[in-house]
């Protein structure tokens, strides 16, 4: 089945940017979207569609989608922000067709 | 306001059965593909289960055989019913409406599934 690999986890500090990526193979075929859980939550959607933003979501938040790689970037990162983030794709060629990523832990120093 | 309410989650012993439901609010079921989806402790998300618009179902195989998905239009609901249920699928479960280009949104609050002797 399709796998989707993250970085287990990143810090950063308050003010500066995060950069969570996102490895899968023909990604340029894929749309990717982002979810944020914090503890004891249900996830919430950030971006979809590789870079478009839920209304709600604030600016800070983008993606991009290059090659083999999706990146979810956070800007102006706030103490809020710390969080469990996934990515997760579509892959019509699986039978396991909904895949989410290994998920990142986003600390805030 | 679209929400999703899990239930029915709760103890239950090894080889025991469970049933969990999705009630929506704000958009109808049965025009849209529902999924369920499970987060063992300090796990990731693990898809489990879709039924689409039509009616038609799709598993994981971690759950194939075993987990059942449907819905009740009437209710406005969908259902989980796991049978055969192991320690290993210990966890907390969420339904979730998947909208265009397969984006998991909303998310209901989850319930918590324990299996323990």
């Known amino acids: 089945s399709y796998v989707l690999t993250q970085p287990p986890s990143v810090s950063v500090a308050p003010g500066k940017t995060a950069r969570i990526t996102c490895g899968g193979n023909?990604?340029?075929?894929?749309?990717v979207h982002w979810y944020l859980q914090k503890p004891g939550q249900a996830p919430v959607l950030v971006i979809f569609n590789d870079s478009d933003r839920p209304s709600g979501i604030p600016e800070r938040f983008s993606g991009s989608n290059s090659g083999n790689t999706a990146t979810l970037t956070i800007f102006r990162v706030e103490a809020g922000d710390e969080a469990d983030y996934y990515c997760?794709?579509?892959?019509?060629?699986?039978?396991?067709?909904?895949?989410f990523g290994t998920g990142t832990k986003v600390t805030v120093l | 306001e679209v929400q999703l309410v899990e239930s029915g989650g709760g103890l239950v012993q090894p080889g025991g059965s469970l049933r969990l439901s999705c009630a929506a609010s704000?958009?109808?079921?049965?025009?849209?593909?529902m999924s369920w989806v499970r987060q063992a402790p300090g796990k990731g998300l693990e898809w489990l289960s879709v039924?689409?618009?039509?009616?038609?179902?799709y598993y994981a195989d971690s759950v194939k055989g075993r987990f059942t998905i449907s819905r009740d239009n009437s209710r406005n609901t969908v259902y989980l019913q796991m049978n055969s249920l192991r320690t290993q699928d210990t966890a907390v479960y969420y339904c979730?409406?998947?909208?265009?280009?397969?984006?998991?949104?909303?998310w209901g609050q989850g319930t918590l599934v324990t299996v323990s002797s």
């Open positions: 023909n990604f340029g075929s894929k749309s």
């Open positions: 997760q794709v579509w892959d019509n060629f699986s039978d396991h067709p909904y895949v």
């Open positions: 039924i689409n618009d039509g009616g038609t179902t």
């Open positions: 979730a409406r998947v909208g265009e280009l397969f984006v998991f949104d909303p």
């Open positions: 704000g958009f109808i079921v049965s025009s849209n593909y």
